[in-house]
């Protein structure tokens, strides 16, 4: 009993110590930084951001849908209250330039504040700030104009940095929703597989430990630059908001295929012999050939994928090749069985309506067969499965 316990303990540690950096994981965009070093986008790009006033062409967009356009009062007593925020250097409307050190009167480039409709219902003004267009005060900011009290009616923010927080906020409002739904769908399906309440919560459990592992070490290398320089990446200080969760999805499929494959051979030598010992050795024994050279494979795959010089690209496949590994070789060939060994009988245990439900409705790989009566390992409760199966 020893062995196991410690085997469960230290691998269970390193996921664990694996998945640390997650938590602080920084949710952004995509920049030209994803791009090689050489390629004319990105050159451009950090050109006009290095030598030249970026600010100027990211600015602040605000909208007021209920203030005119030619009122005057109203948008100067709007263009002073933005400007007085932290970190504004120039405010831009129908009437001019607002800055600091004075006023630039309007040209023609003040018309596009105008509506082209010959409506002068709603405006819009840009906003331009002092820091660099990542800067994190810049949320700071954006949140600030948003919270205005004006007696027109609210403000809407637009602009580059605004889009990027809205697309955070929106996607990662969503993912308890959508993890929700996974795991109810995981655990009913694994529930009419085997007929055990506690094998499922484990699979699930074990599944969300390795893949925040794999996030976690996606935080330290590319957010953190951990073997930035190895790699050819250049660090942003963000994750793409979109990659991990594409990335979870796919490798949660993955690891639960293997779960599947895994769990079948086991359930199946359990009917037989009502040995959980023997069945998890069986199944180990059968299926973990297959799981290992298919978690090989797969990382050769991602590997490849992973040569790319395309920053998001190569953090795909690094993130799921660890995904797959980890998964095979940790997950399924140590902790499952660790566990699934200290658990017992209690793998297969279920409260005695959903056990009679499973009887009647479960998934079944073949119809189960009676166990011969002079087999001292088989149990009631196997009977009672083949008895009620063979309509007896």
Known sequence: MKRPVIWLLAVAAFLVFLALPFFRLDPGRIDER???????????????????????FNPIQVAAPGLDADDEE???????????????????????FFRDDGLVPPTWLNEHFVPTDGNAAGTWIDVVYWWDFDDPRIEDLIASIRDLDTPYSQLLVGGNNATVIDT?????????????????????????????????IKAVVLNLLSLTAMLGALVWIFQDGNFAETLGVTVSGKID????????????????????????????????????DQAIRVGIGQTGPVVTAAAVLLAIVFVAIATSGVVIVKMFG????????TDAFLVRATITPALMKLAGRLNWWAPGPLRRFH?????WETDPVVVPAGQATADADTHKLASASLGD
């Not at 090689?36 to 290095?50: H, N, S, W």
């Not at 007085?84 to 250097?89: F, H, I, M, Q, W």
């Not at 409002?173 to 094998?199: C, D, E, H, K």
């Open 34 to 56: 994803v791009l090689p070093d050489d390629l004319d986008a990105r050159v451009t790009a950090e050109t006009i951001q290095d030598r030249m006033n970026w600010s100027n």
């Open 74 to 96: 109203g948008i100067r007593d709007l263009t002073s209250r933005i400007q007085e925020l932290d970190g504004v250097v120039r405010v831009g409307n129908p009437f001019g």
């Open 168 to 200: 955070v906020d929106s996607v990662t409002a969503r993912i308890p929703a959508a993890l929700a739904v996974i795991a109810i769908v995981t655990l009913v399906l694994l529930f009419f597989m085997t007929g055990s309440v506690l094998i499922p």
């Open 241 to 276: 908001i979109f990659t991990p969760i594409l990335m979870f999805c796919i490798a949660f499929g993955l690891s639960m295929d293997y779960e599947v494959f895994l769990l079948t051979r086991i359930k199946e030598e359990y009917d037989l012999t009502g040995d959980n």
């Open 318 to 325: 690094i993130g799921l090749a660890l995904a797959v590994i």
């Open 359 to 363: 009887l009647r409705w479960g998934i």
